[in-house]
């Protein structure tokens, strides 16, 4: 019969590997942990998305559980500071160590990255070319680039900078960037550059229809930019190439970087409920979300 392993213990002695092993009962009782955390967290995560403190029972509702059972939950959170109870109003809310922890993840978000990582899936699902764009020291500048297969090349490098009133993206930036008189310093004396120069454009076949020629055709382009939530050209920028570009916003409400999809008109669903147009919208919002921003913000 062979002999059993041995482990060394923390005192030096040997045993047998088996006498080590989790019994059937410490798996269950970790399985049951592990249950308890994942219950527990649905009443941060209720917390994390009410708009105020909550009282017990909306509390415990929110989270699927009664309120006895979530009041044991809430007590160990209360000692370890990730609740708080206003002793007045008896109501629970999110506490420092949860503000802490937020603070922390949030802090090592990298934005493109996440980006880029969701870029895969939005191919599949688009089929179209797809890039990322942030704002850098002349404007809205390309950062990556995903080109579709069996696509028409468009004629963007890496590094470009994109036109605020001719591009899908410079619209995005132009539009939250200086909305609500936010960044507007920096937006309104660019524009006012652009729109001079589209004025001393020859009109030899250019698309007039989407391109701004006067400060009222821009506050409409913007303000409808604004409403949809999204940038849109067609053939503005490159003569039978249409793109949507929608913004990404950090926890403090700025745009942190713009999502970007584009392709030939003849193939790219140009409306703003196409697919295109919907599809690179709730990405851009999911990733906000994930940025830790939230609308009103």
């Not at 001079?196 to 007039?208: E, I, M, T």
């Not at 745009?255 to 970007?260: H, N, P, Q, R, T």
């Not at 008109?265 to 906000?288: E, F, K, M, N, Y």
Request: charged share 20%.
């Amino acid at each position: 019969m062979p002999a059993t392993p041995l482990s060394e213990t923390s005192a030096g002695r040997s045993q047998p590997r088996a006498a080590l092993a989790e019994s059937p009962e410490d798996s269950e009782q970790l399985r049951a942990g592990i249950q308890s955390v994942e219950v527990g967290f649905a009443l941060l995560d209720a917390l994390s998305h009410a708009t105020g403190a909550l009282m017990l029972r909306d509390l415990a509702a929110a989270a699927g559980m009664s309120a006895a059972k979530a009041h044991r939950y809430l007590v160990s959170f209360q000692r370890m500071g990730l609740v708080l109870q206003d002793p007045v109003s008896t109501r629970y809310d999110l506490g420092p160590a949860a503000l802490r922890l937020g603070l922390a993840s949030l802090s090592r978000i990298d934005a493109v990255k996440l980006a880029r990582d969701r870029m895969a899936a939005l191919l599949a699902e688009t089929g179209h070319t797809l890039a990322i764009a942030v704002w850098g020291n002349q404007g809205p500048t390309m950062v990556h680039w995903t080109e579709a297969p069996q696509t028409v090349p468009v004629t963007l490098r890496l590094g470009d900078v994109m036109p605020l009133l001719t591009s899908a993206t410079g619209r995005c930036f132009a539009a939250f960037m200086g909305d609500e008189g936010r960044d507007a310093h920096r937006i309104a004396p660019m524009i006012r550059d652009e729109l001079a120069r589209l004025k001393k454009l020859p009109r030899n076949g250019l698309p007039l229809e989407d391109v701004p020629l006067s400060a009222q055709d821009v506050q409409t382009l913007l303000e409808e930019t604004r409403r949809r939530g999204l940038g849109r050209v067609v053939h503005s920028l490159l003569p039978g190439v249409g793109g949507f570009c929608a913004p990404v916003f950090d926890a403090q409400g700025r745009l942190a970087l713009g999502m970007v999809v584009l392709g030939s008109v003849a193939t790219l669903d140009t409306d703003w409920d196409g697919l295109p147009a919907r599809a690179v919208l709730r990405c851009a919002r999911q990733l906000s979300a994930d940025l830790g921003h939230s609308p009103g913000t």
